[in-house]
């Protein structure tokens, strides 16, 4: 049993195609997030956001989680979870009641709501979030707040983000089998909206494009809350294979060129840069291959074409089109090829800057990228005033330090004597 000066923490893991990263925080004095350690592993057993070997990505997990704990000094039982493979979908549910034309009530209100978190459900999808947007009184839309107010029917708009079951299943037995509570399993594009998007922003409209290694998730949010998105099966990883295959290099080295030589604007210096690289199975001392800058952007460009190709479509899908339509934020790992925000914005044609997640004190600067966008903002999900109802979440109420490496450290020697 903990004691009673034990800290209130927070976990919080995001299992990507390219890595796993966790925190672990507690709160401060004013109530405010305080990174106590943070943890990361290559991602192994994922395949663009679906876990396809459950026993790697499980290792994954642990490691990640347990390196946050020994930097920390602190052991968590349950842990925020963010979603972001494909199958992610969103829609709106219309409840409504019939009250008698007496005076809204607060219990009214509860009633309703109640009601909709039995009319979210989709067949064969798991609802991950749904928020009352504005309510209905009779025939008046737009209500905010209708409580006090006179009427004969009472009805909400709910949007409601929900995921295919079976993936989202395997995401939340994985961590289980690492010995870990879920807390909630969260849509990516709703922690990285909160971690790198202003309420400003949110309220009036902005597409979030989430370029993740092999997926990359479009957002569109109004009202403070996310309406509307699309997945696309393509990423940052993708243009590492590219480089990897165009020019017969190890995958790491492709990385590292992309990362310190890659941009996705060219240059006039183009043709008079060389990068080398050792080709796959040289041995060492082997005489290493010159690239020219140029050749390294042409690979670049044809793949970040072809994406801000999908997200184009994806934007005018959803309808988000001008006048309206012209904010664009983008995160992710993807996010940090050089000078892609203004490549986008040119081809887009609408403004796009690079969104960061916002600083939580504590968070190392390796953290503090757009890599980590998601995993900022699951902390963020779990410790802000319950501002924003999500109908589909628990309550937000952290865990208290206990024995959750003890637990862990039995089950583990329990299930190798099995």
Not at 2 to 29: M, N, Q, W
Request: charged share 25%.
């Amino acid at each position: 049993m903990a004691g009673r000066d034990a800290p209130v923490l927070i976990g919080a893991i995001d299992i990507g195609s390219s890595k796993v990263s966790a925190l672990v925080c507690t709160l401060d004095e004013e109530g405010r997030p305080r990174v106590l350690g943070t943890g990361q592993r290559q991602s192994r057993g994922v395949k663009r956001g679906f876990v396809t070997d459950m026993e790697a990505t499980e290792v994954a997990v642990r490691e990640a989680v347990e390196q946050a704990e020994r930097m920390s000094g602190q052991t968590i039982e349950d842990v925020w979870a963010s979603y972001g493979a494909g199958g992610l979908s969103s829609g709106l549910a219309t409840v409504e009641v019939e009250i008698g034309g007496h005076q809204v009530e607060p219990a009214d209100v509860d009633a309703l709501l109640e009601s909709g978190r039995q009319a979210v459900d989709r067949p064969g999808q798991v609802t991950l979030h749904a928020n009352p947007a504005l309510y209905t009184i009779d025939d008046v839309e737009g209500v905010r707040s209708p409580v006090g107010m006179h009427a004969s029917r009472l009805g909400v708009d709910i949007h409601v983000i929900a995921a295919d079951e079976a993936p989202l299943r395997n995401v939340d037995l994985t961590i289980r089998q690492a010995h870990l509570g879920v807390r909630a399993i969260v849509a990516s594009p709703v922690a990285a909206a909160l971690a790198c998007l202003s309420q400003e922003e949110r309220d009036i409209g902005v597409a979030l494009v989430e370029l993740g290694a092999e997926v990359t998730n479009v957002s569109l949010h109004i009202g403070g809350m996310l309406v509307a998105l699309r997945s696309i099966p393509l990423g940052a990883k993708d243009i590492t294979d590219d480089i990897a295959a165009a020019f017969g290099v190890r995958r790491r080295d492709a990385e590292r060129i992309k990362c310190f030589h890659g941009s996705a604007m060219t240059s006039p210096r183009d043709n008079h840069e060389v990068v080398e690289a050792l080709p796959i199975g040289a041995e060492d001392g082997a005489e290493p291959l010159r690239i020219s800058r140029a050749q390294l952007m042409t690979v670049i460009r044809q793949r970040v074409e072809r994406i801000t190709a999908e997200i184009d479509d994806a934007l005018k899908d959803m309808g988000f089109v001008k006048p309206v339509g012209r904010q664009v934020v983008l995160t992710g790992g993807g996010a940090e090829l050089k000078n892609i925000a203004d490549y986008m914005q040119g081809v887009l044609g609408r403004a796009v800057r690079v969104g960061r997640p916002r600083a939580i004190t504590g968070l190392p600067d390796a953290h503090s990228g757009s890599a980590f966008s998601s995993l900022v903002g699951l902390v963020m999900l779990a410790t802000q005033p319950d501002g924003l109802i999500d109908l589909a979440l628990p309550g937000k109420k952290p865990a208290v330090s206990g024995g959750g490496l003890l637990n862990r450290l039995v089950s583990t020697f329990r299930r190798g004597r099995a």
